[in-house]
């Protein structure tokens, strides 16, 4: 019989960087979230396709992933989740309580086991989400997030213990060491992943598009944009889901995505996909074969704010 998880699903990612004001317009401008809220060295950006108040914040500062935001259900499993990682030692940053921030709602953060602040919330405000038209190049949500780890099975094993996430699939290399863990707190494959890399730091913050001609337009518009794309365009084995991947103007790692598998939890056997199969890191061949030097994009700076709390 299957945990009944605590955690429902990602709500949103909140980055700090320096240049501010560059970020903020180049996610508005060219990657196509709506800014809901806005203060001075604050913005929060909206999904046209997604519920959620905002699924990407923005701050002024030094460069560092400042939290990740996931849903609970109602306040019995917000308590019940506080009260389960108290038992267990993990270490909050607060209790329970109501939320002053935008969209508002009752939570408490934590520290993960490399020292990331993660948001549990129940209760907050949504907004009205529209069905994204036909060709119409923006994102639909927030698909997932994915950090570099520097101890791979250590910080993978944290979300297991405590969060109750389930590994779906792996990408090992030649030799059979895991290289990612795809990890998942409901159905759809995957909304955390943990990559292998010389520190703790952001690997990429996906965006789900509407479907294929959506994504692969937005790819265009970003080429057109003058943002670099790192990888793509191409699709994953792990999450069957399609990939292109850009360079915020931050240096975060951005990707377009759509399409990622939604799998029944009673059947679905994980699968260590080797990278040297080269279909495993793209069916259709499409996308230059992934190198060191592809890698390396991804490994981003070394995040700033593990063990250390945002200021909001």
Known sequence: ????????????????????????DFFVQHWGLTEVAAEDGLSHLAAEGSSEPFILRLRRGDKRVDLAAF??????DLEALAAKLHSEDVQFVHEPQELTGFGGGYGFRVFDGDGRVLEFSTGYQTREARKIREREPIPAKLSHVVFNSANLEQSAQ??????????SDSLTRPDGTSMMHFMRCNPTHHSVAIAMGPHHSLHHLSFEMRGIEEWMRGAGKILRSGARMIW????HNAGDNTFAYFLSPAGNTIEYTTELSVVDEET???????IKDVSNQDQWGTAQEMSELIAR??????????FVAPPV
């Open 71 to 76: 849903a609970v259900a109602d306040r019995g």
């Open 1 to 24: 019989m299957m945990t009944r998880r605590l955690v429902s699903h990602l709500r949103y990612a909140a980055l700090a960087v320096p240049d501010f004001e560059t970020e903020r």
């Open 158 to 167: 944290w979300y297991i213990d405590h969060l109750d996430f389930t590994i």
């Open 268 to 274: 679905w056997e994980p699968h260590r996909l080797n």
């Open 297 to 306: 994009e991804s490994f981003n700076d070394i995040d700033k704010g593990l």
């Open 232 to 235: 793509g365009p191409g699709r």
